[in-house]
């Protein structure tokens, strides 16, 4: 069983939508929960950055950690075409952790 | 802030060749950290550097793999006797104290 589990997708939803993104993990010391969004080619763009339970909400992207379940959630409000990308949630067990464990992540399509 | 540098994009080598890549991080970081990403996978962590001390290394980095920082700055990550196995993004990142990585755009590896 990996660490991290992420629905590969792909996921499709029309333009305005709100989308939901969602990762499990088992190691229990993990304390630290980021999402990255990576376009085709290039290298992973940070997000959101969460440090234990709880939301964080920045612009259209909302982050929710439920440790107690393992869980964790990203959800984008109006969706638009330019938010098509694999997402990757990614946890650590410190800040200045030795290594970040990503999930494998979801491919999100956007229809016009 | 030009973010993280690498070079160069994209490298195609026969099997058997050694191959090097180079990573500038962001300026002031003193974290540096590589990982690899296969298709439809998320990044595989490889090792890190506080400076320019190798303080961790993955199962996944045999002993054709070899990462230096001599200064603290750029690093490189050597491969020798590339097999076709190794063919993938090597992706580096850095981070300042308690901040969340910045990632590259990568160097795409393709072995014939």
């Known amino acids: 069983q990996k660490e991290v589990e992420q629905d590969p997708g792909p996921l499709s939803v029309p333009e305005g939508a709100i989308v939901s993104l969602n990762c499990t993990y088992s190691n229990s010391a993990f304390q630290y929960f980021m999402w990255y969004r990576q376009y085709s080619r290039k290298g992973p763009e940070l997000l959101m950055y969460?440090?234990?339970?709880g939301n964080k909400e920045d612009g259209r992207f909302t982050a929710q950690v439920d440790k107690s379940s393992k869980y964790i959630s990203l959800f984008i409000r109006d969706s638009q075409p330019s938010d098509s990308a694999t997402y990757l949630c990614?946890?650590?067990?410190?800040?200045?952790?030795?290594?970040?464990?990503f999930g494998s992540g979801t491919r999100l399509s956007i229809r016009p | 802030d030009t973010g993280v540098s690498q070079d160069p994009r994209h490298k195609i080598t026969k099997r058997g060749q050694n191959v090097t890549f180079r990573c500038d991080p962001i300026?002031?970081?003193?974290?540096l950290y590589w990982y690899r990403q296969t298709l439809g996978q998320g990044p595989e962590f490889l090792t890190y550097?506080?400076?320019?001390?190798?303080?961790?290394k993955s199962r996944l980095l045999s002993d054709r793999f070899s990462a230096e920082r001599p200064k603290g700055s750029f690093s490189t990550l050597e491969i020798q006797r590339t097999e076709q196995g190794d063919s993938a993004m090597y992706l580096c990142a850095s981070g300042e104290g308690r901040s969340p990585l910045h990632f590259g755009n990568g160097t795409r590896l393709t072995v014939t």
């Open positions: 550097f506080q400076n320019e001390a190798q303080l961790e």
């Open positions: 969460t440090y234990s339970s």
């Open positions: 990614a946890m650590s067990r410190d800040s200045s952790a030795s290594k970040i464990i």
């Open positions: 300026s002031e970081h003193n974290r």
